[in-house]
């Protein structure tokens, strides 16, 4: 018999972010620590495929039926459980949506998080994608975490060293837990730095702060640039249903990225730590003719090459071909592979 918290043949399409139709043969809503363990007892749960759902905005549902058990994150609370000269330590549930998060630590008066605000998701998604934008990734942030291992029936805590954090990429993804749905992030622990400094390098930031007349910004304004920065050239995915930046920027070779930006003048590009050399995939996508174009009732978002958008009903096999003309295209022009962001049970 099934937990009374497990339902049955439950409609996913308002639970992803791309409006996607699909439906589980089970589905749970987490909201307790204690169901994420009764998961690992339970013979009919751990018998099904699992897949594990934050707040859907970076999943590509498969079309039809998931014929397994998917678990949707939904721990709530966040709180100040330290500090020290350095920096405050807040803890989060899993389940928090981040942005409001984000918000409410600015609100406190901890600064660290601005440049990722209004990022789409929940608190226990972002150290597995280890999102990132405008010049900073959420791996910087992350003190520690909690996360239950259901193969194994145990709770578990990962140091940020743990996470092995990378570009988009984390432990939780290199090894395959994101996919087989085997861990569950309960709750992250932040450290915020008290030594604050704005980071503001990436495009965009100082010319909107500028419009505003501020020179010396705190981290508040410096959020409130960026969120206009995001509503300027992100739809809002309950009026046009997208999954955010679809792909990956490539990582290419020095040698390479020298060649292309030879060919193509202009070209963004941002060297890294290990030499290697990242490439703007919306400027990619733009260049080789996507930036607001349609294939079915899907396109590439007329503002930002980047962000696929489902027009209206869309089915995931709609996105997998958009997906792969694009990436074919860029692969032609360039001879740079693109990688899918989102991620599919």
């Known amino acids: 018999m099934l937990p009374d918290w497990i339902r049955t043949e439950v409609e996913l399409a308002t639970l992803n972010t791309l409006a996607l139709p699909a439906r589980a043969a089970l589905f749970g809503r987490l909201e307790t620590p204690g169901q994420i363990a009764a998961v690992a007892t339970d013979p009919a749960l751990m018998s099904r495929r699992r897949f594990v759902l934050g707040g859907g905005s970076n999943v590509l549902l498969g079309g039809g039926e998931f014929d397994g058990l998917v678990l949707q994150v939904a721990l709530r609370g966040r709180e100040l459980v330290g500090e020290d000269g350095e920096a405050f330590y807040v803890r989060a549930a899993a389940g928090e949506s981040w942005p409001d998060f984000v918000d409410w630590t600015l609100k406190q008066g901890w600064p660290g998080l601005e440049n990722l605000a209004l990022i789409p998701g929940t608190v226990g998604a972002a150290p597995i994608q280890n999102i990132g934008a405008y010049g900073i990734e959420v791996g ?8 239950f291992d259901l193969r194994h029936g145990e709770w578990q805590n990962f140091s940020r060293d ?30 915020l730095p008290k030594r604050w400094q704005p980071l503001l390098g990436y495009s965009g930031i100082g010319e ?15 959020a409130a640039a960026v969120v ?6 992100l739809p809002d995915p309950a009026e046009l249903p997208n999954a955010g930046s679809f792909f990956h920027n490539p990582v290419v070779s020095a040698a390479q990225a020298e060649q292309l930006a030879c060919e193509f003048p202009g070209m963004p ?25 349609r294939l ?12 696929l958008v489902n027009h209206g009903g869309a089915t995931a096999a709609d996105v997998t071909a958009l997906a792969t003309a694009v990436g074919a295209d860029v692969e032609r022009l360039f001879g740079v592979s693109l990688c899918i962001e989102p991620v599919a049970p």
């Open 140 to 147: 910087e942030r992350i003190h520690s975490l909690t996360a």
């Open 228 to 233: 206009a920065l995001r509503r300027s050239k």
């Open 296 to 307: 079915g009732p899907v396109g590439m978002y007329e503002k930002q090459a980047l962000v």
């Open 162 to 191: 743990d996470c092995r954090f990378a570009y988009r990429d984390s432990v939780f993804k290199q090894e395959g837990w994101h996919r087989d749905g085997s861990l569950v992030v309960s709750e992250v622990v932040f450290r």
């Open 269 to 293: 590009r941002w060297v890294q730590a290990d030499g290697m050399v990242k490439l703007a995939a919306g400027w990619l996508i733009e260049r080789a003719g996507w930036k607001g174009r």
């Open 208 to 222: 909107e702060l500028a419009r505003r007349g501020i020179d010396r910004p705190d981290a508040r304004q410096v």
